[in-house]
C-alpha cells in the first residue's frame, strides 16, 4: 500500500532507509468507520489521560445514551453537565464536548465524505475554532481517520523523541527544526512519522 512513499523515503533519508529496513513495511491503515464527530469526542476524551481510563470514561458517556452505539452531537447538548461530569469528564471537556457537538450540528463538522474533500490546512483551520481542539488534535483525525500522507506533527512528542533517537540527537528537537529537516520527506511525512513512533520501540533494551 506504502511502495511508493517508502521508495522515496529510502532514496532521500539515509538513515530512515536503516529504520525502514528494521521495522519492515509500514503498517499504518485509517479507520473511516468512525464519523468525525465522534472522532473528535473520542479524542477529547483521551487528552491527558492514560487510554485505559478514557476508555472507562468514554463507555460511561456512551452508556447515558444506551438506544444508540454512539452519542449523537443533540444527545450530548441536551446532557446536563452534571451527568457528563459524573461520567468523569472534566469541566473543560464538557465544554469541549458540548461545542464539538454544537458546531457538528451547524455545520462546521461535516461528515467523513464531506471532510474528506477539504484541504490539510483548511480541516485544521476549521476544526481548532472548536473548544479544547487544538492542531495536534486535527492532525491525528488527519492521519488516523482520514489517511493523509503528508501530516507531520511536530508538536507530537513521540514523533520528537524518535527523531532523536534515531538521529543520535542530545536533545528533543525544536518543532521548527524538525519542520525543516522534514521537507525532503514530503509528500509522505505521515509515513516517517510512523516511522518515527516506531524508532522509540527499536531503542528499547533487548531491540537491535
Known amino acids: 500500500m506504502h511502495e511508493r512513499a517508502l521508495r522515496h523515503l529510502r532514496q532521500t533519508d539515509e538513515i530512515l532507509a536503516r529504520i525502514i529496513d528494521a521495522i519492515g513495511p509500514c503498517r499504518l491503515r485509517p479507520d473511516r468507520s468512525q464519523s468525525p464527530f465522534a472522532a473528535l469526542v473520542e479524542a477529547v476524551c483521551h487528552q491527558q489521560l492514560t487510554g485505559k481510563a478514557a476508555k472507562t470514561i468514554l463507555g460511561?458517556?456512551?452508556?447515558?445514551?444506551?438506544?444508540r452505539d454512539f452519542p449523537a452531537?443533540?444527545?450530548?447538548?441536551?446532557?446536563p453537565d452534571e451527568m457528563l461530569r459524573a461520567a468523569g469528564l472534566s469541566r473543560a471537556?464538557?465544554?469541549?464536548?458540548?461545542?464539538i457537538s454544537a458546531k457538528t450540528i451547524a455545520g462546521l463538522v461535516p461528515e467523513?465524505?464531506?471532510?474528506?474533500?477539504?484541504?490539510d490546512a483548511e480541516i485544521i483551520e476549521r476544526l481548532t475554532t472548536i473548544r479544547g481542539?487544538?492542531?495536534?488534535?486535527?492532525?491525528?483525525?488527519?492521519i488516523f481517520k482520514l489517511g493523509r500522507l503528508d501530516v507531520l506533527p511536530v508538536?507530537?512528542?513521540?514523533?520528537?523523541?524518535?527523531?532523536?533517537?534515531?538521529?543520535?540527537?542530545r536533545a528533543l528537537p525544536k518543532p521548527a527544526a524538525l519542520l525543516k529537516h522534514a521537507e525532503r520527506w514530503r509528500p509522505y511525512r505521515t509515513i516517517r512519522a510512523w516511522y518515527?513512533?516506531?524508532?522509540?520501540?527499536?531503542?528499547?533494551?533487548?531491540?537491535k
Not at 452531537?73 to 446532557?79: E, F, Q, S
Open 60 to 67: 460511561r458517556v456512551k452508556a447515558l445514551h444506551p438506544h
Open 73 to 79: 452531537p443533540a444527545d450530548l447538548l441536551a446532557t
Open 93 to 99: 471537556k464538557v465544554a469541549s464536548v458540548k461545542d
Open 112 to 119: 467523513h465524505l464531506a471532510l474528506a474533500e477539504l484541504e
Open 133 to 142: 481542539v487544538g492542531q495536534w488534535t486535527v492532525e491525528m483525525l488527519l
Open 155 to 169: 508538536g507530537d512528542y513521540g514523533v520528537r523523541k524518535g527523531f532523536m533517537l534515531a538521529y543520535r540527537k
Open 196 to 207: 518515527m513512533w516506531r524508532a522509540i520501540e527499536l531503542a528499547k533494551p533487548g531491540r
